[in-house]
């Protein structure tokens, strides 16, 4: 018998650069990360300076104009984009419009569900999100001609399967030439551990391309991380760098105020957005667990009586998201859905991104509140895009609404001069037929089965005449119409 030297694998490269090295132009890529939280910004930065071109990358989201994501498109380096959402990268959105770069967009779900297929052996699979949409039936526009004149080349439908007369969509698995991650601490065998809801795509992507490199702000020694608590095996990851330096932005700082809440807006604005939220914070009851989308729903959660105990869900991967934090104590790995800083109330959970795409598609979720540019009286929603003008990407939203969940819609009655309660939606849908209520300034509306788009409360102030003359859906009025308190 001889005695076996210790000697445990070590995938430590000295740096950012060297563990990038053997990429070339054309190469395929997946970044993880959550807007700027969590993001491998080390490896990134080294990428930007390498000069390749033509990569293909694939991330749930695309940073902002001048970090994350950022980084690679401010130096054009990205030929094909897949994405859920380019709101925040202007550069990106300039480029694509111009017809520069390819953009493949898919729902924020799942878009992290076919990497995790990816890096799973999963060919493919099929779900609802998208059914009714661009999605499933395609034309959505990947390709301007250069100088944005026309469109080269659209999507085209995707397979379809029914299953107990609904219909589901396939979405195939992705992998790539290379992933960059980033975790709080590995050991020199590539095991990993995430902090808070940095964990996000991040624990979703490693084994989905050849080459997993993962950057990490401590590296300890293989032993000393209990086993228990690692988030990702070692197997998975390739390449280990300790980032040579963190800069950690925070996208939205957002801080608890003695003042209370600041709703943003003109005044005009900020009144409708006042009594909208606290109209729909009434249908949100206790031991509910909801998602409060970005714009009027984040306010929903201030004007829910003290008494009633929610949870409250982000699709980053987080329940239990607590109150803004106090100035001083925000942490750039802990935000929200809208890449806001948060906290987390006793009681809360962190999982990563593909978990937290299951809770809604899985139809876990009990409530969720959405803002909308237009919903038809058959209750389909527009809220993603305006051809032409305002591309930011569905985001998580095709993948929220799922007719399992309850669907409020919270929104001005109007925008400008335009309905947004209208017969059938000109603009591209986010779903069919999956809104239950809206809440506008003016009124209350439900969909029901036998009267379709019911018009059940009304703001007091206004009258019915109004409401009709600002309304382009056909509704019902309940004969039991009260009048909206707030
Ligand atoms: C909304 O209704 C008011 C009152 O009838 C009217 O003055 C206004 O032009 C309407 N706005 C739209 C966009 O229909
Ligand atoms: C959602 O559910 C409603 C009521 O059950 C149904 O009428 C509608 O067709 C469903 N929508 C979709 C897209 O499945
Ligand atoms: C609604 O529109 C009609 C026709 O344009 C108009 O006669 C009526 O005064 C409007 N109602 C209100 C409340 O402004």
């Not at 953009?103 to 999100?129: K, V």
């Not at 991040?202 to 020694?221: F, K, L, M, Q, Y």
């Not at 988030?231 to 800069?247: A, D, M, S, T």
């Not at 003042?259 to 005044?267: A, D, F, L, N, V």
């Amino acid at each position: 018998m001889h005695h076996t030297i210790r000697r445990y694998i070590n995938k430590v490269f000295t740096s950012s650069a060297q563990a990038i090295g053997d990429m070339k132009s054309g190469s395929s890529l997946i970044v993880g990360g959550f807007g700027l939280c969590g993001v491998p910004e080390n490896l990134l930065r080294a990428l930007s300076l390498t000069g390749l071109r033509d990569l293909t990358v694939y991330s749930t989201l695309a940073g902002t104009t001048d970090q994350g994501l950022g980084l690679l498109t401010g130096k054009k380096m990205i030929h094909a984009l897949h994405t859920s959402y380019i709101g925040e990268n202007a550069e990106a959105e300039r480029q694509y419009l111009n017809g520069e770069i390819e953009l493949h967009i898919a729902p924020m779900g799942s878009l992290i569900e076919r990497i995790r297929a990816g890096s799973n052996g999963i060919l493919g699979f099929y779900c609802r999100t998208g059914t009714g949409t661009v999605i499933e039936e395609g034309g959505f526009p990947i390709k301007h001609f250069r100088g944005g004149k026309g469109v080269e080349r659209y999507s085209v439908a995707k397979h379809t399967k029914m299953h107990n007369d609904k219909v589901y969509v396939y979405e195939d698995s992705i992998t790539a030439d290379f992933a960059f991650v980033k975790a709080w601490k590995a050991d020199p065998m590539g095991n990993l551990v995430f902090r808070k809801t940095a964990r996000n795509s991040n624990a979703d992507i490693p084994g989905s391309a050849r080459v997993t490199i993962a950057e990490v702000e401590e590296i300890v020694p293989t032993g000393s991380l209990d086993p228990d608590q690692i988030h990702v095996p070692g197997i998975l990851v390739q390449r280990v760098i300790k980032g040579e330096q963190f800069l950690k932005p925070i996208e939205k700082l957002t801080v608890h105020t003695p003042e209370g809440i600041t709703i943003p807006g003109t005044p005009k604005q900020q009144k409708v957005h006042e009594i909208v939220a606290k109209r729909a914070a009434k249908e949100v009851k206790n031991g509910m667990v909801v998602n409060l989308g970005i714009g009027i729903p984040t306010l929903i959660s201030n004007y829910v009586s003290k008494d009633i105990n929610i949870v409250l869900h982000a699709e980053n991967g987080l329940l239990g998201m607590g109150p803004y934090p106090e100035k001083g104590k925000e942490d750039p790995d802990l935000v929200g859905a809208g890449k806001e800083t948060v906290t987390l109330k006793a009681g809360a959970s962190v999982f990563s991104q593909a978990a937290s795409f299951g809770l809604m598609r899985g139809g876990h979720l009990n409530l969720a509140c959405l803002g909308a540019l237009q919903v038809s009286q058959d209750g389909d929603l527009a809220s993603w895009i305006i051809p032409g003008k305002m591309v930011k990407g569905m985001g998580g939203a095709m993948d929220l609404v799922n007719n399992k969940t309850k669907c409020i819609v919270c929104m001005e009655h109007t925008a400008d001069d335009v309905h947004k309660l209208v017969k059938t939606c000109s603009l591209p849908v986010t779903g069919k037929k999956c809104v239950n209520m809206v809440i506008t300034e003016k009124g209350v509306f439900e969909f029901r089965d036998r009267t379709g788009l019911t018009l059940i409360e009304i703001a007091s102030g206004v009258t019915l005449d109004e409401i009709k003359n600002n309304t382009s859906a056909k509704f019902h009025v309940d004969s039991g119409l009260k009048t909206m308190v707030v």
